[in-house]
Nanobody, 125 residues
Framework: QVQLVESGGGLVQAGGSLRLSCAAS????????MGWFRQTPGKEREFVAS????????YYADSVKGRFTISRDNVANTVYLQMNSLKPEDTAVYYC??????????????????WGQGTQVTVSS
C-alpha cells in the first residue's frame, strides 16, 4: 500500500509563510512525479504545484507562481511545498499526490494515482 502523509498545515497571517511536507510510507522503490493540490468546501480540487521524478522540472499554477516552491528529497521519500506571501485565498485543505506515470507530468487531478488525507491551511487577514 502506498501511503502519503501530509504535515505542516496550520493558521498563519496574511503575508506569512508555511512549509508543508508529504512523506511516503511503505515499501516504495520507484520514484514518481509528485504534486500538491488544494480544495475549499464547495469548490473543485485544484492543481497547485508538481515536481518531476528527478526534481529537475517543476510546474505551478498561475495563482501561486513566485510565491510557492515545490521540492523533494528522494532519499527521505518526502516532497515539500514552501508557501510564502500567503493570502487569504490560499486557505484550503492541501493534498499531496503521487503521479500515475513515472515519467509523466502532474497538472490535473487525473494525473494522480494516490492521495494523502490532506492538511488544513488557514490564512487570516
Amino acid at each position: 500500500q502506498v501511503q502519503l502523509v501530509e504535515s505542516g498545515g496550520g493558521l498563519v497571517q496574511a503575508g506569512g509563510s508555511l512549509r508543508l511536507s508529504c512523506a511516503a510510507s511503505g515499501r516504495t522503490f520507484s520514484t514518481y512525479p509528485m504534486g500538491w493540490f488544494r480544495q475549499t468546501p464547495g469548490k473543485e480540487r485544484e492543481f497547485v504545484a508538481s515536481i518531476s521524478r528527478s526534481g529537475d522540472s517543476t510546474y505551478y499554477a498561475d495563482s501561486v507562481k513566485g510565491r510557492f516552491t515545490i521540492s523533494r528529497d528522494n532519499v527521505a521519500n518526502t516532497v515539500y511545498l514552501q508557501m510564502n506571501s500567503l493570502k487569504p485565498e490560499d486557505t484550503a485543505v492541501y493534498y499531496c499526490a503521487r503521479g500515475t506515470n513515472r515519467y509523466g507530468v502532474i497538472t490535473s487531478n487525473s494525473d494522480a494515482a494516490y492521495w494523502g488525507q490532506g492538511t488544513q491551511v488557514t490564512v487570516s487577514s
